[in-house]
């Protein structure tokens, strides 16, 4: 990876956020990507979190600030690396907010976790849920008729529910400092023989429910053990390196507002040892509720992230190209490498490796607090 490989197509003209580990500072660093230069923000706010919770973000981004080297030398490890782009911030996600994976799910829990029955499963719910589905607005009159016809049809399923229902599904995917940035390994329970990425955009929100950006991320799937019963959705969902975040955080400016994010593409390349390559495009207009109703049901009166949250917005991708054996759809091999891109946000890249081999997660809430302190920070938090 480069610096050019892996930020924005308009860098020069976006307002980049994230961490690095700075070999030099000895410990996790807020920092502002100018020029392919990475400046050190801890002299004004020691976590992200602290951060973006400030009033004057935007000055305190253009100050005259430390220069702790160039992208390429975090890249290639030469002054440290990347971290994923939050810290202390809750990590939620929305799922089945897309018609296509919320036909995906319903396969998965007609097919109970078991991937060779999915394809017979998918030719006969496709025609009926899939055409229903698309370009209904969830919590709509038209979403309403459509739950009473496939209700008479004894189609509905409680993934429906929350595709185009009025509550939309919000969970935990991952502990605050557990995620993973770019270029580091992604893991994949080794339960699982059906799973998959799920290339996402992920909004930024601050403490009191602003939106102030996005980023990229992987919401890595088990559906095989999802598929079993929603109610594993924690272990299918939350374990060692699952969750990856990155590479940087796009503040909403002039030149990239909330309209802009509504209307991007998120692509996803996956290339194995095996020769195996998918790729795809996932178009964000697509999606059945707005950005801002899925940050309202996360964050409001009635629940509330005093750190900030990041938001998975959910995807439209599941993958079905056979890989391992005809009518099996796609499964992850260890190797993989994972692109997830936007022109305007970056690429997230990552490779594939099983949880108990991955990098054990041990520099939790109190390590950074220890950290800071011993640096001299604690009191920029």
Not at 57 to 83: E, I, K, S, V
Not at 170 to 180: G, L, N
Not at 296 to 321: E, I
Request: with cysteine; charged share 25%; glycine share 10%.
């Amino acid at each position: 990876m480069t610096a050019v490989t892996i930020l924005p197509d308009d860098a020069d003209r976006a307002t980049l956020v994230g961490r690095v580990w700075s070999d030099d500072r000895g410990g996790p660093c807020p920092v502002v990507i100018r020029a392919g230069r990475v400046l050190d923000l801890t002299g004004v706010s020691a976590t992200m979190s602290g951060l973006l919770e400030r009033s004057d973000l935007h000055a305190a981004l253009a100050a005259d600030l430390p220069d702790l080297g160039g992208l390429d030398a975090f890249l290639d490890g030469r002054a440290g690396r990347l971290l994923a782009p939050v810290d202390l911030q809750a990590i939620k996600a929305a799922g089945v907010t897309f018609a296509d994976s919320m036909l995906e799910r319903v396969i998965e829990e007609q097919a109970r976790g078991d991937s060779g029955r999915a394809a017979a499963i998918r030719a006969r719910l496709a025609p009926v849920i899939g055409d229903s589905l698309r370009g209904v607005a969830a919590g709509s009159d038209k979403a309403a008729a459509v739950k009473a016809l496939l209700q008479q049809m004894d189609l509905w399923s409680q993934y429906l529910e929350v595709g185009i229902g009025p509550d939309a599904e919000i969970f935990t995917k991952a502990q605050p400092m557990s995620a993973v940035g770019c270029g580091d390994l992604v893991g994949i329970h080794p339960i699982s023989d059906w799973n998959n990425p799920e290339p996402e955009v992920v909004l930024v929100i601050r403490s009191d429910g602003a939106i102030l950006g996005a980023t990229l991320g992987n919401d890595v799937n088990l559906r095989d053990v999802e598929g079993r019963s929603a109610l594993l959705l924690g272990k299918a969902k939350d374990n060692n390196a699952s969750c990856a975040l990155g590479p940087f955080i796009r503040l909403f400016d002039d030149g990239f507002t909330q309209g802009d994010l509504e209307q991007a593409t998120v692509s996803l390349r996956v290339e194995g040892q095996d020769g195996f390559q998918m790729t795809g495009d996932s178009p964000m207009a697509a999606i059945s509720r707005t950005p801002s109703d899925l940050a309202a049901q996360l964050l409001n009166r009635s629940h509330q992230y005093p750190d900030g949250a990041v938001l998975f917005l959910g995807t439209m991708f599941a993958p079905v190209k056979d890989r391992r054996a005809p009518g099996q759809g796609f499964t992850h091999e260890t190797g993989d490498r994972v692109e997830i891109a936007s022109p305007r946000l970056g690429r997230l890249v990552n490779w594939v490796e099983r949880t108990d081999r991955c990098p054990e997660w041990t520099f939790g809430t109190g390590a950074l607090m220890r950290n800071l302190t011993r640096r001299g920070l604690a009191e920029r938090i």
